[in-house]
Nanobody, 131 residues
Framework: QVQFVESGGGLVQPGGSLRLSCSYSVQTRNSYAIGWFRQAPGTEREGVAC???????????YYVDSVKDRFTISRDNAKNTVYLQMNDLKPEDTAVYYC?????????????????????WGQGTQVTVSS
């Protein structure tokens, strides 16, 4: 039902920026959303930012508190692509970042807080913030 192409990860110094890209193919008639999640070594996976792609809430976004003033999620519907602009990166942002699609969206808050109905995961891309 879902295929992803993720890119944009890499090594950056603290205070730097990266832009992640998630190009997707989704087949559903339901309201759905795309989100970015991350997992650092020895930690549980956590939500970062989510955006509604279809349905009455299309274009709405949700951010977890730790990134809401530094990261921006956006979409380009013509390209079926969602971006995550990450500014003022910190060492604690180091993680594997995963793009995911929720094919039965309840709320963005639920999705970004790891409460899923029909979640599909990309392969992940490494982000390392280090001096």
């Amino acid at each position: 039902q879902v295929q992803f192409v993720e890119s944009g990860g890499g090594l950056v110094q603290p205070g730097g920026s990266l832009r992640l890209s998630c190009s997707y193919s989704v087949q559903t008639r339901n309201s759905y959303a795309i989100g970015w999640f991350r997992q650092a070594p020895g930690t549980e996976r956590e939500g970062v930012a989510c955006i509604a792609v279809s349905g009455i809430s299309a274009g709405n976004t949700y951010y977890v508190d730790s990134v809401k003033d530094r990261f921006t999620i956006s979409r380009d519907n013509a390209k079926n692509t969602v971006y995550l602009q990450m500014n003022d990166l910190k060492p604690e942002d180091t993680a594997v970042y995963y793009c995911a699609a929720e094919l039965f969206l309840t709320t963005l808050q639920a999705m970004c807080n790891m409460k899923f109905v029909d979640i599909h995961w990309g392969q992940g891309t490494q982000v390392t913030v280090s001096s």
